[in-house]
């Protein structure tokens, strides 16, 4: 079914590509762009290149950013002895949002996930390995799933002869959430993870 | 809730922009865009800027085109005497899919609708009335609502003074479908139009 101009099509094409974006709304996509003024498309393509050649990982904690360090680790009012592992930049702004925490974090770009071919030389393990000290904690915020644990307890045993503290964040019971609706793995991970009152 | 880069933060913004894209949505587009190779993003770019820059209307039906007159316009097999008046490109590509017509089209661009401000200056009308000359016979094929019924009615009147025959696309229950799921205006339609068998 392509009836449009060759260059229209490819344009269609080109968003199609794009995860979780369908033909229609790849369709609608491309007709947003011809419909702009053609300054706003310059400027967007133009932050396409950029953003593409410009934004690389942090030095440090391998983080997305565009400068040299991102600000968290060039931020000096945070305690550099406490490093939270975290599978993907948006968890870092999940955990940022927050407000909480006030340690370094540390972004290994995935799991581990033999099923999927990767292992730990695709994460950013021998630079967080390069971090870690005597003293340093490091907290693993992995998701909650197979592949997040298997990567927290395999870098725990890299870490703790490092003499680093390892730790892992707690699941359980959402706050404000029901136990009645709660999944069968949750709950068994809120009661392994119960603590004295 | 902005703790990304700068330039990864204007990236995602840009892609929020996009109707139907929302905040989670943006992101992932932004990181399937770093994460793909320079050269990728970069005709992405391109093709953004060349898009805009080229598609413009077609000289005589106001299609969608990157020559000077699009595809269908410029083949010597169609039907000059038979116009089919449609809302948007998208319409052209969804009759064309078929395969059955084989006269010409018109692109309004739009349908009239007081409410939204549209009336028939914002079409291209003129360019339709030019095209329509005795013996043109015009198919309204805009949308069996409001105003495409409306900016079908409107433009009837315009063009039968012309010396142009106008005919309006039959609106019933669709192939296949039952009786007993459409709806009121749908069958209302379909008995308005009735034909003897």
């Known amino acids: 079914m392509k009836y449009y101009a060759p260059l229209l099509e490819q344009l269609i094409e080109h968003f199609e590509r794009f995860p979780g974006i369908g033909r229609k709304t790849a369709q609608r996509m491309a007709f947003f762009v011809l419909n702009q003024p053609e300054d706003k498309v310059k400027s967007f393509?133009?932050?396409?290149?950029?953003?593409?050649?410009?934004?690389?990982?942090?030095s440090e904690c391998?983080?997305?950013?565009?400068?040299?360090?991102?600000?968290?680790c060039g931020d000096p009012s945070r305690d550099r002895?406490?490093?939270?592992?975290?599978?993907e930049p948006k968890d870092v702004v999940a955990l940022e949002a927050v407000g909480e925490y006030r340690g370094l974090y540390h972004v290994l770009h995935?799991?581990?996930?033999?099923?999927?071919?990767?292992?730990?030389?695709?994460?950013?393990?021998?630079?967080?390995l390069a971090r870690v000290g005597e003293g340093t904690e490091?907290?693993?915020a992995t998701n909650p799933d197979v592949e997040g644990d298997a990567t927290a307890l395999y870098l725990s045993r890299l870490l703790r002869p490092l003499g680093a503290?390892?730790?892992?964040?707690?699941?359980?019971?959402?706050?404000g959430g029901e136990l009645e609706f709660a999944d069968?793995?949750?709950i068994a991970r809120a009661i392994e993870g119960r603590r004295e009152i």
């Open 138 to 140: 490091v907290i693993m």
């Open 45 to 58: 393509a133009d932050c396409l290149v950029s953003a593409k050649s410009e934004i690389h990982r942090c």
């Open 110 to 128: 995935g799991s581990i996930s033999p099923l999927e071919g990767v292992g730990p030389d695709d994460l950013t393990v021998k630079e967080l």
């Open 62 to 72: 391998c983080n997305l950013t565009d400068g040299e360090k991102c600000s968290i």
């Open 81 to 87: 002895s406490l490093i939270c592992v975290v599978e």
């Open 184 to 186: 069968g793995e949750t």
């Open 165 to 175: 503290k390892v730790t892992r964040i707690a699941y359980g019971i959402p706050v």
